[in-house]
């Protein structure tokens, strides 16, 4: 488990293009520190898409040798 500290909603890089979206500070549930980072998207922010680096979590790596997760999800139908 990541826990995603609460952080402003601004103005993100997401892969060389700016978007609005979130960036903070994450802890792992063994207390490992890093950070995150999502920007919204879709024509009403549905949408996220996102990363996460947790520094020293274990010795896991992804397919390309960083500790960097990719995430993603959307809003379900809000209802009042």
Do not use: H
Not at 1 to 17: E, H, P, Q, S, Y
Not at 46 to 64: A, S
């Amino acid at each position: 488990r990541i826990a995603l500290n609460k952080a402003n909603i601004a103005k993100v890089d997401m892969f060389g293009k700016q978007v609005m979206g979130i960036a903070g500070d994450a802890r792992s549930l063994s207390g490992n520190m890093g950070d995150y980072k999502f920007g919204f998207y879709g024509p009403q922010a549905e949408e996220i898409m996102g990363l996460v680096n947790i520094v020293g979590i274990g010795g896991w790596k992804n397919d390309m040798g960083t500790e960097t997760m990719i995430f993603g999800g959307t809003r379900g139908e809000i209802k009042k």
